[in-house]
């Protein structure tokens, strides 16, 4: 007879898994190793970490700063500078959403691999 086997894919503390492992002796559980935050800095291997702290910190103030030069006044560079404001809000909440996309794929194959 075969062994039965239980994935276990782990979150911020194992809870009543060392119970059900004492009282299921016949059961091999397999438990892949998730790095979780704080413990593992794997989750900041992202690259959409780096995509938006360029969008953040490099691509947002240069056209909030060029926006003087596309505009023949001050009231049209002040709209540029809310229309990338409005961009900026849209785009960084795509690039929090890939964040996290490729955050759980990157879990999901950490586990297929078990």
Do not use: K, Q
Request: net charge positive; charged share 20%.
């Amino acid at each position: 007879r075969r062994r039965r086997r239980v994935l276990v894919l782990g979150g911020w503390s194992p809870g009543p898994l060392d119970v059900l492992r004492s009282r299921f002796r016949d059961v091999d559980f397999l438990e892949p190793d998730i790095p979780m935050p704080p413990s593992g800095l794997r989750w900041c291997l992202n690259p959409f970490w780096v995509l938006l702290l360029l969008f953040l910190f490099g691509l947002v103030p240069y056209l909030m700063h060029a926006a003087d030069a596309w505009g023949d006044s001050s009231s049209v560079a002040w709209a540029i500078r809310g229309a990338v404001l409005a961009a900026t809000c849209f785009a960084v909440r795509m690039l929090v959403a890939f964040l996290v996309w490729y955050s759980i794929h990157d879990a999901m194959w950490i586990a297929s691999r078990s």
